[in-house]
T-cell receptor, first 111, second 112 residues
Framework: DAGVTQSPTHLIKTRGQHVTLRCSPI?????VSWYQQVLGQGPQFIFQ???????GRGNFPDRFSARQFPNYSSELNVNALLLGDSALYLC??????????FGPGTRLTVT | DAKTTQPNSMESNEEEPVHLPCNHS???????IHWYRQLPSQGPEYVIH???SNVNNRMASLAIAEDRKSSTLILHRATLRDAAVYYC?????????????FGTGTRLQVFP
């Protein structure tokens, strides 16, 4: 079975631009979560979606938004990019209340 | 969110057992103890989880103290591929989200 896939792998953006990151969960998984991992730190929870509904939101500004589609894939959008948004963005999928499976991440660099 | 405390780093030799400790003195009754690890340049990977009883799977064992205020992840025979950052996480199974609250974890080095 294919694991969690994320696109793109790497991305370079300029301050003030917006970015869309994409995630395809493992087949049969209805839950998708997004995490931000800054270099040298553990991942920080951004959002969880289950059956297209937002189930949880971490302590991130409104510039961050996400959605989940009927096929359970998901997008993370970040507006008005700041230098501090440079990080590895991880997507994880799971069946409800089970262990999470992480993708390889999207490395975002903001210049 | 309940917090965990782990040593920043640990070292082991190949084929030796490794005991990774975690303190979680503020654990609540609905918190499960989860362990994930992150290999270099990869996303985190689930290792094991438990509530009260010790747990075993093909990757590791989890020993949970009787008062649940601490736990230990046991790798029975470390290999070079086990070199990673290991995260001990408390997840509230009574809440509405599956969010994982990661700390800084323990960086495990394995020497040949």
């Amino acid at each position: 079975d294919a694991g969690v896939t994320q696109s793109p792998t790497h991305l370079i953006k300029t301050r003030g631009q917006h970015v869309t990151l994409r995630c395809s969960p493992i087949s049969g998984h209805k839950s998708v979560s997004w995490y931000q991992q800054v270099l040298g730190q553990g991942p920080q929870f951004i959002f969880q979606y289950y059956e297209k509904e937002e189930r949880g939101r971490g302590n991130f500004p409104d510039r961050f938004s996400a959605r989940q589609f009927p096929n359970y894939s998901s997008e993370l959008n970040v507006n008005a990019l700041l230098l501090g948004d440079s990080a590895l963005y991880l997507c994880a999928s799971s069946r409800d209340r089970y262990e999470q499976y992480f993708g390889p991440g999207t490395r975002l660099t903001v210049t | 969110d309940a917090k965990t405390t782990q040593p920043n780093s640990m070292e082991s030799n190949e084929e030796e057992p490794v005991h990774l400790p975690c303190n979680h003195s503020t654990i609540s009754g609905t918190d499960y103890i989860h362990w994930y690890r992150q290999l270099p340049s990869q996303g985190p990977e689930y290792v094991i989880h438990g509530l009260t009883s010790n747990v075993n799977n093909r990757m590791a064992s989890l020993a949970i103290a009787e008062d649940r205020k601490s736990s230990t992840l046991i790798l029975h025979r470390a290999t070079l591929r086990d070199a990673a950052v290991y995260y001990c996480i408390l997840r509230d199974e009574g809440g509405n989200t599956d969010k994982l609250i990661f700390g800084t974890g323990t960086r495990l080095q394995v020497f040949p």
